[in-house]
């Protein structure tokens, strides 16, 4: 959860200010020699970017299953 009030500011900023590439919205992530490929979910469908490293990336909701505790682990 980012500090921007849910704006989607903050890596964006961070991504200018280091003149580094980004991808927003990321859900889904694999990385490669020197870059890393970006899926993420757009209007008209999915939209995949190949960026170089170092860059900023942004969650998507989707990009990570969360795991619940059971209650024997809780206890």
């Not at 704006?7 to 003149?19: E, K, P, R, S, V």
């Not at 979910?41 to 170089?52: I, N, S, Y």
């Amino acid at each position: 959860k980012a500090i921007d009030d849910d704006c989607n500011q903050t890596g964006q900023l961070l991504a200018a200010m280091l003149d580094w590439p980004q991808g927003t919205f990321a859900s889904r992530v694999e990385l490669e020699a020197g870059a890393v490929r970006v899926q993420r979910e757009v209007d008209g469908g999915l939209e995949t970017l190949r960026l170089r490293l170092p860059a900023v990336l942004t969650a998507d909701l989707r990009l990570n299953e969360p795991r619940y505790a059971t209650l024997p682990n809780i206890m």
